[in-house]
Structures are given as C-alpha cells and as structure tokens.
C-alpha cells in the first residue's frame, strides 16, 4: 500500500502534467513552427521571405504567453504587436507590447481630467485600477483636448 506521502506526490504529478497540457506558450509552439523561411500555422504554410511585415493582435488572459512563444519563433521578423490582458497577466516582452486591462472604462492614450481618472479608480477598487501620468497643458490644449469649461 502507498504512503500518503507518495500519494499525494503521484497526485502532485497528474495534476502538473494536467497544467503542462494547457500551457498557452507549449499550445502555440505545438501548433505553429519555423523552418528556416518557412513558417507553418496548422496547416497552413507560409513563406517568410514574401512576407514584408508581421503584426501580432492577441487579447485575453492567456495572449501575454502565446505572444511570448510567437516572440520565439519570429524574433526581429515581427513588426510591430499589441496584446490585452487581464490586469496581473502580463510578462514583458521584446517586440510585442503587453497591455494590462483593469476595471476601468479608460482607455491607454485617453486625455482626461484628474477627477475623472480617480473617479475611475475609486469604483473599480482593487480589481486593476487605471494608470496614468500628470500632463500639464497649456489653456489652449486643455480647451481643445478636455472637456473643461474652456471648450
């Protein structure tokens, strides 16, 4: 008869090997490889060289770790990518830019005034607040690009 301690030790491992199976990052290096200028998705083939520019899209919890594997593949080869996930699932990556998302209806480049930005955070708590920087304008900028009583 088993220990305890092996059972849970063999339990330890179903429950590993389960995880290991729907790692995102092994998913896609599964489903997508390089060979030299060739680069296959499933079933389809392409080839690098007649390809001028590559953009990666991607949203969703899992997207900072299958851009990471499509980083590995393609490299400098990628163009330029953006991919949103949900607040506390980014990894920083190289050529792709991770946006983290959180509760807030705001939105990464947005121009607002500093009542509404914590307004924002007041109401999404805890649960991935806004981030944001101080941009001081001039009358005119702030007429043209707010909705303060000077426009």
Same mark, same amino acid.
């Given at each position: 008869?088993?220990?305890?301690?092996?059972?849970?030790? !063999?339990?330890?491992?179903?429950?590993?090997?389960?995880?290991?199976?729907?790692?995102?990052?092994?998913?896609?290096?599964?489903? #997508?490889?390089?060979? &030299?200028?060739?680069l296959e998705i499933s079933q389809a083939r392409y080839q690098l060289?007649?390809?001028?520019?590559?953009?990666?899209?991607?949203?969703?919890?899992?997207?900072?770790?299958?851009?990471?594997?499509?980083?590995d593949l393609l490299g400098e080869g990628i163009t330029d990518g953006?991919? #949103?996930?949900?607040?506390? !699932?980014?990894?920083?990556?190289?050529?792709?830019?991770? #946006?983290?998302?959180?509760?807030? $209806?705001?939105?990464? &480049?947005?121009?607002?005034?500093? $009542?509404?930005?914590?307004? *924002?955070?007041?109401?999404?708590?805890?649960?991935?607040?806004? =981030?944001?920087?101080?941009?001081?304008?001039?009358? =005119?900028?702030? *007429?043209?690009? =707010?909705?303060?009583f000077l426009s």
């Amino acid at each position: 008869m088993a220990s305890l301690a092996q059972l849970r030790a !063999h339990a330890r491992e179903i429950f590993d090997a389960g995880v290991k199976t729907a790692d995102p990052f092994d998913l896609v290096l599964k489903n #997508v490889r390089r060979s &030299g200028s060739r680069l296959e998705i499933s079933q389809a083939r392409y080839q690098l060289s007649r390809i001028n520019r590559i953009f990666v899209p991607g949203c969703g919890k899992a997207a900072a770790r299958m851009a990471q594997a499509v980083e590995d593949l393609l490299g400098e080869g990628i163009t330029d990518g953006i991919v #949103v996930v949900k607040y506390g !699932h980014g990894l920083p990556l190289q050529r792709i830019k991770v #946006v983290e998302a959180g509760d807030t $209806d705001l939105i990464p &480049g947005d121009v607002i005034e500093k $009542d509404q930005f914590n307004e *924002a955070n007041a109401e999404a708590g805890n649960g991935g607040q806004a =981030t944001g920087e101080e941009l001081i304008m001039g009358i =005119t900028k702030v *007429a043209l690009s =707010t909705e303060s009583f000077l426009s």
